[in-house]
């Protein structure tokens, strides 16, 4: 009789195994089913995203083009000074967004992650210490008895 039980513990153990084995593989075949279809939508959106920019592109140089007549017809003079002046607007809003632009990339770098440095940190110290570290900043937790009810 002992057995027939351990061949049966036995065979539910390998059958729990079985069981667990294919469902770590279904698993695992629905997230690059899902991971694919996801990659696959993202470079649609890549791609007609892509068009949309390029058709805005063409839209703003003919916009630009409408602009430079517009100002040398309102001037009275030839075509050139209109793309004269346009074609200045343009650079100094082109100086001004780059100024901007350097000044935001001066602000930014070096890119370090200084929150989760000083976890590592903090976790470092604990793992090391026998009393726990505490962040600079964090409010000690109060006991039960000194928390007030609020109305």
Do not use: C
């Amino acid at each position: 009789m002992p057995d027939h039980q351990t061949s049966e513990l036995a065979k539910a153990i390998t059958e729990v195994t079985e069981k667990a084995q294919l469902l770590v593989r279904e698993e695992i075949a629905l997230a690059k089913a899902e991971v694919t279809e996801k990659v696959s939508g993202l470079v649609k959106g890549i791609a007609v995203g892509a068009a949309a920019g390029i058709f805005v592109l063409a839209g703003l140089i003919y916009f630009l083009h409408f602009l430079a007549l517009l100002i040398a017809d309102v001037l009275g003079s030839n075509p050139w000074l209109g793309y004269l002046i346009l074609a200045g607007v343009l650079f100094l809003f082109g100086g001004i967004a780059g100024f901007m632009a350097a000044r935001f990339f001066k602000k930014g770098t070096p890119p370090t992650p200084q929150m989760a440095i000083e976890e590592a940190q903090l976790i470092k110290a604990t793992l090391q210490n026998p009393h726990p570290a505490t962040p600079e900043g964090v409010v000690a937790p109060t006991t039960p008895g000194k928390v007030e009810a609020k109305r």
